[in-house]
C-alpha cells in the first residue's frame, strides 16, 4: 500500500474575471440570501433545542446569517455517551480507512467545497479572501493530508528484534474519548483539533467558539460526506462552564486539544490536576494559547523589510492571530524611515466588508472584543509614556471596526508591550543603536508569553548573537521575515512558556501525542527449562 504523497495544497489568488473568484461571488451572495438553520450533531444525528440563537456577521451586524442550537448538560452527556459508543469500531478500523476519510475531506475542501468553504468563513469570521483561502481551505487540507503522513511514520517507528523474537509497537488511541476545544480565529485549526486524535483512533467532542459556529457547521458537513461514522466526532454547542462542569469531571476523560486563551488553559489545567483521582487515565493535555509576539529590527536591517513586516504581521486578520506581530523594537537609525514606510501602508489600507475585495482590514470578531480594543486605545490617549501615532478610531454602529493602531512608546514595559490584545493594535519602542543587547534581554524578559517572535538584521553575527539570547523566546522564531504565516510540514507551529505545551501542530510531534503505545514481544521458540547455561559446572 502507498499513501498519496502530500504537498500543500497551492493558494489561489482571486484575481479579476478568475473562475474562483466568479464562484465565491456567487457562494457569498447565495448564502447571504438564506438563513440557515444549524443544529448539533451527536451520534451524527441532528440535535436541536429551544435554545437558538443568532449568528450575524461581524461587519454587518443587523444581518442574519444563521441560527444555532444551544444545549446544555444533557446534550454533553449525550455527545460522550455516542464517542465511547463508537469508539471499540472507530479504532480497530484499519488506519488507512481511518486515513481515506481525512483525504478525502481534504480532496472536497479544495475542490466542490472551496468556495463554500471560503465564504462561510469570509462572513461568519470577517476574513478578507487571502486570510480566508490560505486557512480555512489551504492550511485545512494541509493538516488532514500530511497527519495521514505522520500516522504513517509513526506506525513505522519498530523496535528491533532478536532471533526467535518479534517485537512489536502498538499505537493505540487513548482510553476513553478526547476534548477538542476550538477558538474562532482559525478554520483549520477548528477543524485539526478534533481531527487529528481522530485519525490515531480517538473519538471526540468537539466544542467550537461560539463566534465559529457557522464554519464548524460545514466541515461537520464535509466530514460526514467523506465518510465519517456516527460519533467520532460529536459537534456540541454548550457554555465554557457546562463543558468543565462535565467533561472534567467524567471518568473517562481521556485528552483535550485546545487552542484559546492562556488564562482559560491554566484554569483548565488546574481544575484537570485536582481531579486526577477522577480519570481512568491520566489525561493527555494539548494547548497552544496565547502569544504577545514580536518583532527586532537592527540597525543593519533594511527599513522597508521591517514596515511590510509590521504591516502585515500586526493588521492581516485586524490582529487576531496568536501569531500577530503586537510589539516591536526598532533601531534609532532605522525608525525615521521605517516609520514613514508604516504610514504608507497604512494610508492605503481600506477597511470594511471581506465581500468588498478591495479592502484590507475588516471587523473584529464581537463586541467583547471590540469593547476591549476601544478601552485600550482610550488608555493609550491619557498616558504620560505613550501616544497613538497612527490610526486610534473605532466604530461599532454598523460592525466592529477598530482602525488599524500604531503606538509609540517611552516605555518599553508599557501595558500594552507587555499583555495580549488580539486586535490591530502595534505598539512601538525606538531603543538607542548601543543599546541593542539591553533590548534583545528586555525582549526576553518583557512577556510571559513564548509563541512567536522576529529578528531583522543584515550582519550574521548580530543575527547568530540575537538567536542565541532569544533562544526561549519563541516557538517559532524568523529571521528577515514576519513573525507569522507558519505553513504545515514547513514550519510546525506552537510555543512554550505560557504560549501552551509546544507540541508543534502541522507536525508527527502532534499526532504522536494521541496515542498509547504497547510494546509486543513475541517468541517463537520459549524455552523449555528454567536453568540457565551459568548454573552448570564443567
Not at 29 to 52: A, F, H, Q, R, Y
Not at 490 to 502: D, E, H, I, K, V
Request: charged letters at 20%; a neutral charge; aromatic letters at 10%.
Amino acid at each position: 500500500m502507498k499513501l498519496p504523497i502530500a504537498k500543500n495544497e497551492p493558494v489561489l489568488n482571486y484575481s479579476p474575471g478568475s473562475k474562483e473568484k466568479i464562484e465565491l461571488k456567487k457562494m457569498l451572495s447565495e448564502l447571504k440570501s438564506i438563513e440557515l438553520d444549524i443544529p448539533m450533531t451527536i451520534n451524527g444525528k441532528k440535535v436541536k433545542t429551544e435554545n437558538k440563537i443568532r449568528i450575524h456577521p461581524p461587519h454587518e451586524i443587523n444581518h442574519t446569517l444563521a441560527y444555532y442550537y444551544k444545549g446544555g448538560t444533557q446534550e454533553l452527556e449525550m455527545a460522550i455517551e455516542s464517542a465511547m459508543n463508537a469508539k471499540k469500531t472507530w479504532e480497530n478500523m484499519p488506519w488507512h480507512d481511518r486515513a481515506s476519510i481525512f483525504l478525502k475531506a481534504a480532496d472536497l475542501i479544495a475542490g466542490r467545497y472551496r468556495a463554500k468553504t471560503n465564504a462561510m468563513t469570509m462572513l461568519g469570521q470577517s476574513k478578507n479572501i487571502y486570510q480566508s483561502e490560505i486557512d480555512a481551505v489551504c492550511e485545512f487540507c494541509d493538516f488532514l493530508r500530511f497527519n495521514v503522513q505522520y500516522a504513517e511514520q509513526i506506525y513505522n517507528i519498530q523496535p528491533d528484534s532478536a532471533p526467535c523474537i518479534w517485537n512489536k509497537l502498538e499505537y493505540r488511541p487513548l482510553e476513553g474519548f478526547v476534548f477538542a476545544l476550538t477558538p474562532f480565529n482559525f478554520t483549520s485549526i477548528a477543524g485539526n483539533l478534533p481531527c487529528a486524535p481522530a485519525l490515531m483512533g480517538n473519538t471526540i467532542v468537539w466544542k467550537p467558539a461560539e463566534t465559529q459556529i457557522y464554519s464548524a457547521s460545514l466541515i461537520m458537513e464535509i466530514l460526514t460526506e467523506a465518510g465519517l461514522p456516527p460519533g467520532v466526532i460529536n459537534l456540541v454547542f454548550v457554555s465554557g462552564a457546562t463543558a468543565g462542569e462535565v467533561v472534567f469531571n467524567h471518568r473517562d476523560f481521556a485528552g483535550i486539544h485546545f487552542t484559546g486563551s492562556t488564562g482559560v488553559f491554566r484554569n483548565i489545567w488546574a481544575t484537570i490536576g485536582n481531579n486526577l483521582t477522577k480519570y481512568k487515565s491520566f489525561p493527555r493535555l494539548v494547548g497552544e494559547t496565547g502569544g504577545k509576539d514580536f518583532l527586532v529590527a537592527h540597525e543593519s536591517s533594511n527599513p522597508k523589510t521591517v514596515a511590510v513586516a509590521l504591516s502585515r504581521a500586526a493588521f492581516e486578520f485586524q490582529g487576531q492571530k496568536c501569531s500577530a506581530a503586537s510589539r516591536a523594537y526598532i533601531s534609532k537609525k532605522l525608525w525615521p524611515e521605517v516609520e514613514k514606510f508604516i504610514r504608507e501602508d497604512l494610508s492605503t489600507m481600506k477597511m470594511g466588508s471581506p465581500e468588498d475585495f478591495t479592502n484590507f482590514i475588516n471587523a473584529v470578531i464581537d463586541e467583547k472584543s471590540f469593547d476591549k480594543l476601544a478601552s485600550a486605545i482610550e488608555q493609550v490617549k491619557n498616558a504620560s509614556d505613550a501616544k497613538i501615532i497612527m490610526g486610534g478610531k473605532y466604530d461599532k454602529s454598523i460592525g466592529y471596526f477598530i482602525e488599524p493602531t500604531v503606538i509609540l512608546t517611552t516605555n518599553p514595559t508599557y501595558i500594552t508591550m507587555c499583555e495580549e490584545l488580539f486586535g490591530p493594535v502595534l505598539t512601538i519602542y525606538v531603543f538607542e543603536d548601543l543599546d541593542y543587547d539591553k533590548i534583545l534581554n528586555i525582549v526576553d524578559s518583557t512577556s510571559d508569553y513564548a509563541l512567536t517572535g522576529a529578528i531583522f538584521a543584515q550582519d550574521r553575527e548580530v543575527i547568530i548573537h540575537s538567536s542565541a539570547i532569544l533562544k526561549h523566546s519563541a516557538g517559532n522564531f524568523y529571521i528577515n521575515d514576519k513573525p507569522t504565516g507558519a505553513v504545515v510540514n514547513q514550519q510546525p507551529f506552537g510555543g512554550a512558556r505560557a504560549s501552551g505545551t509546544n507540541d508543534k501542530a502541522g507536525s508527527v510531534l502532534n499526532l504522536i501525542r494521541w496515542v498509547s503505545p504497547r510494546t509486543v514481544k513475541e517468541n517463537f521458540d520459549p524455552p523449555t527449562d528454567y536453568r540457565y547455561p551459568f548454573m552448570e559446572e564443567a
